[in-house]
Structure formats: structure tokens, C-alpha cells
């Protein structure tokens, strides 16, 4: 009786047994991809970019559904943070392209990327990758990058540095290297920061659009099902009705399924998931904050609660009201 749902947090690639509701949205990123070889995935925060790059595109390339491109792919994964070249270099240890237990390999492996601006497909080359192998790199919350670039000149010279590098990677045919940025989209205009970035988004951007009813019904009953459960016509309903309501609910939602599936679960499991569970778990509207609240009170002193509220508040970001 595991979890089908992973509440807030995206979906992890071996999860792909679990992503219901996304499957005409996987097929249209494996079209786009398979004429342009980097491919920004926009939407709205919450719109499920990473779970449908990492369970959706992912699964499908690694099953050979890409049929030009073959079956034979090494994934490397990051996020660009304020160094973005030395986390692509974590990223390649990472995906073992390279021997980390080799002397000085991370130092070599920087030194390669940073030679000229073909330092990716050097890199890939000297991976020695069997014969036909295609390479992928996901570059999760590519807006991160935006953000490091106002914080000064090296920040700034070191995200240029990177973009040229993918840029440079995509463009050229005899290393076959792929990228895949997600990015929140009320960032897109900062693309234009980076010389030929724009031009690159514009000729490969996928924009997320927002799931139809029965995707949604998906989304839902697909992971009940796995779970070997069932659920009640009219809390099936109520969800649907409830998650319409917002343009960003499918975080509250698999937030909201993965409380009601904890709370059914310490019940009678031979009825299905039902009205009872579902607002005993504050329905997508506040399951979220009950849930906080109850971490939060159960924490052991005041002395926790106050380093728990100084961190939520660290936390925060304050976006300006242009965006």
C-alpha cells in the first residue's frame, strides 16, 4: 500500500509508472525534440515542467520512441545555480561518464569545459560513449541562471559562458548532443540577456498547456489504480470540479491525493477513497497549510518552531510586480 501520489515534489524518472494524464504532452516534446536539439519546456510555476521532462520525455527516449535518434542515451542532469559550469561538470561525474575516483577528474573535466566554447561536445567526446550513443542534458529551473546573472559581473560572465556552451553544443552535428531547459515562464523575456538565446527558445520552445478534463482524470485515477484501489464516483467529481477552479492546482492536487491516500490507508481499505478522507485532509484548498500545521506543531521546542519560522521565511522570494 504505497503512495501513488508524491505530493509537491516533481516525479522521479523510475516514477514513470505513476505519471498518469501527460502522455499527448510527452509525444509533442518527443516531435519537438526530434528536430531541435535544445528544447525549452515553458509553463507556470506548478505546471509540472520537470515530472513531464523526467517521467514523461525521458521514459520514452530511453525506450527508443525517438526513432530517428535510436535507443542508446547518457542523461546528465543539473540545475545552473550561480556556477554553472562547475554543476555541469558535477552533472557529467554524476551520470558516470567519467571515472571519479581518478585523480584530479573533476579539475580535468572543468578544464575541458572551459577551454572554448566547444567545451561540451569535447567533454561528450572524450566520454568515450559507445558508438551510436546520443547525449542528453536536462538543465532543470534554467531561470535560476536569470537570477544569478544581477548579481554581478563574474556571475554574469560565468552564465554567458554557459549559454554559449549549449548553444554552441546544439549547433553543431558531429557529437550528437541534446538539451532540455524547463523555465517558469513569466521569465522567457530574460532570454534576450544572452546572445543567440532567444533566437534558440523561439525555434524550440514547448509552452505546458493546461490539462483538459480528462487528463485530469487521469492524473487521478490512473495512480489509484496502480495502488490497487478505487475511488468514489462523487469524490472523483468533486476533485475534478475543485481542481478547475485555479490555473495553478496540480501541485494542490497531488498534494491533496497523497493526504487523502495516507488517510485511507489507516481506515478500511476494501472501500474505495471517498468524500470522508478527502475533506478530512482539507481538499486541495487546505491540505497544504493543515499539513504544515501539523509538522510545525509537532516539532519538539519553541527553540525548533523558531529556526522552522526564520527558514520559511529565508525561503521566500519576493518577486517584483512586473513579473
Known amino acids: 500500500w504505497i503512495n501513488p501520489f508524491p505530493g509537491l515534489r516533481s516525479f522521479r524518472q523510475d516514477e514513470d509508472y505513476l505519471f498518469f494524464g501527460r502522455e499527448e504532452q510527452t509525444m509533442e516534446l518527443l516531435q519537438r525534440l526530434s528536430s531541435n536539439r535544445l528544447l ?55 551520470a558516470d561518464m567519467y571515472d571519479r575516483d581518478q585523480h584530479e ?99 524550440g520552445e514547448y509552452l505546458i498547456p493546461r490539462l483538459t478534463w480528462d487528463q485530469y482524470k487521469g492524473v487521478i485515477e490512473g495512480p489509484i489504480r496502480v495502488g490497487q484501489a478505487q475511488i468514489a464516483p462523487r469524490l472523483l467529481q468533486r476533485l475534478l470540479n475543485d481542481v478547475r477552479q485555479g490555473h495553478d492546482q496540480l501541485p494542490c492536487l497531488q498534494h491533496a491525493l497523497m493526504r487523502t491516500w495516507e488517510i485511507w490507508s489507516g481506515s478500511d481499505r476494501s472501500q474505495p477513497l471517498d468524500m470522508e478522507h478527502y475533506e478530512r485532509a482539507g481538499k486541495t484548498s487546505h491540505a497544504l497549510s493543515l499539513h504544515a500545521d501539523e509538522i510545525f506543531d509537532g516539532l519538539a521546542s519553541d527553540r525548533q518552531r523558531k529556526i522552522c519560522e526564520s527558514l520559511f521565511k529565508a525561503l521566500t522570494v519576493r518577486e517584483s510586480a512586473q513579473r
Open 105 to 203: 577528474a573533476k579539475e580535468r573535466l572543468m578544464a575541458t569545459l572551459n577551454r572554448s566554447r566547444l567545451g561540451l561536445v569535447e567533454a561528450v567526446r572524450q566520454a568515450d560513449l559507445p558508438e551510436g550513443t546520443n547525449f542528453l542534458l536536462v538543465v532543470d529551473q534554467f531561470e535560476e541562471l536569470f537570477r544569478f546573472h544581477s548579481a554581478g559581473k563574474m556571475q554574469r560572465e560565468a552564465a554567458s559562458e554557459f549559454v554559449s556552451t549549449l548553444l554552441e553544443a546544439c549547433a553543431q552535428s558531429e557529437v550528437p548532443i541534446y538539451v532540455v531547459l524547463t523555465m517558469r515562464s513569466d521569465f522567457i523575456g530574460d532570454c534576450s540577456k544572452f546572445e543567440g538565446l532567444a533566437e534558440a527558445i523561439n525555434a
Open 40 to 94: 525549452a519546456v515553458v509553463g507556470t510555476s506548478g505546471s509540472g515542467k520537470s515530472s513531464l521532462v523526467r517521467c514523461g520525455l525521458l521514459s520514452e527516449l530511453q525506450g527508443g520512441n525517438m526513432l530517428d535518434a535510436g535507443t542508446l542515451w547518457e542523461v546528465a542532469q543539473m540545475h545552473p545555480g550561480g556556477h554553472p559550469m562547475r554543476l555541469l561538470a558535477d552533472a557529467l561525474l554524476e
